[in-house]
């Protein structure tokens, strides 16, 4: 009976020193929040009724009073120094460095051991107050508030301001696009706090983009001969399709690897469900920065 026991002790000591290290990384993982989510806008006459901000590239996070926590329930290891002083009650909004920059956030927010001289160039932006009560208009001025209240430098709300017309919305996304900007957020002014997808909350881009598996590198031919044609990619849905253009020559010589979350760009879908015109737009998570959010 004796070496029964010992024989099973052994055999878990075993299994236990087998186990990848990113099994035991996933004890950083929280509940997956519950947010507010935006649908596609689309030309609409109540326009000055809607608060205009800009859409971060950025990487949303959920305070919960104690970590910042990714859409996916993945916990960002943030210095201590950067969450002193944050209030305890739940914020919504984005970590975020500057406009393109959006490689150098992912970086650094996705690191088990943050480093501080990364954490130092990036501030939480909050556009939401999870279950606060009132209509949106009000919860801007919660947050203005609470804002005075911390006097946090790190802690900043997203600029929130109105625009009286489509044209003028129009006029303000190629503004804000060809200064490097993804493009504009819409929430309706008298929206209460619900979580889920509905028109309180709108995004307003010339295109839309969506995020997809790589599956396969294709190989290039003509000019691209020895490097990488297109990516061959699947959605979350399973659908699996090519994208071709979009990519830089040092992009296609070294392209995204096999497993990495990459964003692109279409306009619309076939009847099939596959995204039309899509192209490359940027790498969103490399399999170890992935890893590293486990």
Request: glycine share 6%; with cysteine; proline share 5%.
């Amino acid at each position: 009976m004796k070496n029964n026991i010992n024989n099973v002790v052994l055999a878990l000591s075993v299994s236990l020193c087998c186990i990848s290290p990113q099994v035991f990384a996933k004890t950083s993982e929280a509940i997956a929040p519950d947010l507010v989510l935006a649908k596609v806008y689309k030309k609409r006459s109540d326009i000055s009724r809607y608060w205009v901000s800009e859409k971060l590239d950025g990487v949303r996070a959920y305070w919960n009073g104690e970590q910042f926590i990714s859409r996916q329930g993945n916990v960002f290891h943030a210095p201590a120094w950067f969450t002193e002083g944050l209030p305890t009650q739940p914020l919504d909004g984005e970590l975020w460095i500057a406009r393109d920059s959006f490689e150098q956030l992912l970086s650094t927010v996705s690191k088990n051991d943050p480093v501080d001289e990364e954490w130092q160039k990036v501030s939480y932006r909050i556009f939401e107050l999870p279950d606060a009560s009132g209509t949106f208009s009000q919860r801007i001025q919660q947050m203005k508030a609470l804002i005075d209240e911390v006097s946090s430098p790190r802690l900043k709300l997203v600029e929130q301001y109105r625009v009286p017309s489509h044209k003028a919305l129009m006029a303000r996304l190629d503004e804000v696009v060809s200064a490097g900007a993804e493009g504009l957020m819409l929430h309706h002014e008298s929206a209460p706090y619900r979580t889920g997808r509905s028109s309180d909350l709108l995004k307003v881009k010339r295109f839309d983009d969506a995020e997809a598996r790589v599956i396969k590198h294709l190989p290039g031919k003509g000019k691209y001969a020895g490097m990488m044609g297109a990516l061959l990619l699947e959605t979350p849905d399973g659908i699996r399709f090519r994208i071709g253009s979009g990519f830089s020559d040092e992009e296609r010589r070294s392209p995204p690897e096999i497993g990495a979350s990459v964003t692109y760009k279409y306009y619309g879908k076939t009847k099939k469900g596959k995204p039309r015109f899509a192209s490359f737009l940027r790498v969103r998570q490399s399999v170890l920065e992935q890893a590293k959010l486990q």
